[in-house]
């Protein structure tokens, strides 16, 4: 039985509604990075139900004079974190850390329903 999720709009990030309906996402491999891409945009605390759902932003990114090896460490453990996901295959990033940018410049996931592209 295949994984569902509702669907996410890319942009907006928000549900997805067409004809009255909300969407099902039933493709596996988006299931997986759809859930990556919540869980990167997630601040650790902001989700009432598990106050450990998240990246630590505050405690390990945005805190003062972070190094790129800290921020990395964080970002894949929150990948790792993922259900579906068994390994990452790729992750080269983008980071300014004086303008506090981290940025996902190609990622590859090796997913239980294959590889997934993350996108920037």
Known sequence: MATTDLELDPDTHDLVVRDGELQIQRD?????AQRIRTRLRTWRGEWFLD?????????K???KAPSLEQVLA????????VPGV???VQLDVDYDAAGRILRITDGVVETDAGLVTLEA
């Open 28 to 32: 596996e491999g988006e299931v997986v």
């Open 51 to 59: 106050a450990a759902f998240g990246v630590d932003y505050f405690g």
């Open 61 to 63: 990114i945005l805190i």
């Open 74 to 81: 964080e970002v894949r453990e929150q990948i790792e974190a």
């Open 86 to 88: 068994r390994r990452i």
